[in-house]
């Protein structure tokens, strides 16, 4: 059975970076197309990027130009470097295989100072 666990999250302050990582365990992620999503205290879970199979990618308009999504086939890791961070991006971050709609676990994005 695929899960998928994410990791990289923490404390950072404003106009800083973090990397997130989702390792696939038990496969691949296959050829499916792969995402993030983050949901704020109080908030919606929202979708933050997507990365197609051909690797073409969109993001949204909030974090445009201050995220990439990315992945390494090789390690079943998808990634999510984001830079320029702002307090408005503190939220619990999920990665997603839309193949089989699987989530991961979620981790937590704190930006403060």
């Known amino acids: 059975q695929v899960q998928l666990v994410e990791s990289g999250g923490g404390l950072v302050q404003p106009g800083g970076s973090l990397r997130l990582s989702c390792r696939a365990s038990?496969?691949?992620?296959?050829?499916?197309?792969m995402g993030w999503y983050r949901q704020a205290p109080g908030k919606q879970r929202e979708w933050v990027a997507t990365l197609f199979p051909d690797r073409t990618s969109n993001y949204a308009n909030s974090v445009n130009g201050r995220f990439t999504i990315s992945t390494d086939s090789a390690r079943n890791t998808l990634y999510l470097q984001m830079n320029s961070l702002k307090p408005e991006d503190t939220a619990t971050y999920y990665c997603r295989r839309f193949q089989g709609d699987l989530w991961g676990q979620g981790i937590q994005v704190t930006v403060s100072s």
């Open positions: 038990g496969s691949s992620f296959g050829v499916s197309a």
